[in-house]
């Protein structure tokens, strides 16, 4: 029903930025919220970052509130995940997820983001 695939993570330098972007694929006019989850090294998976359906209303966790904006592009059915001042800390594997209902049932395949000090 929703399909998701990540692309722009890569290696880059603590200081520095990155742009995730997830193309968002669905097959009725259903609105989807996204979330950007990410999994560090021996940790759980946590989210990070969320955006409604039409973009008005977003979230962030505290460990990344003031440097990670969340966005989308409805017409071109992608969000996006900026990230700026990296630390080594965020190095992780990113996930894009899809909410139709109460829960996160919609997963793309993840993109490696890995910052060196």
């Known amino acids: 029903q929703v399909q998701l695939v990540e692309s722009g993570g890569g290696l880059a330098q603590a200081g520095g930025s990155l742009r995730l972007s997830c193309l968002v694929s669905?097959?009725?006019?259903?609105?989807?919220?996204v979330g950007w989850f990410r999994q560090a090294p021996g940790k759980e998976r946590a989210l990070i970052a969320a955006i409604s359906g039409t973009g008005g209303s977003t979230w962030y966790a505290d460990s990344v509130k003031g440097r990670l904006h969340i966005s989308r592009d409805n017409a071109k059915n992608t969000v996006f995940l900026q990230m700026n001042s990296l630390k080594s800390e965020d190095t992780a594997v990113y996930y894009c997820?899809?909410?139709?209902?109460?829960?996160?049932?919609?997963w793309g395949q993840g993109t490696q983001v890995t910052v060196s000090s």
């Open positions: 669905v097959r009725t006019s259903i609105s989807v919220a």
């Open positions: 997820t899809g909410r139709v209902g109460a829960e996160y049932d919609y």
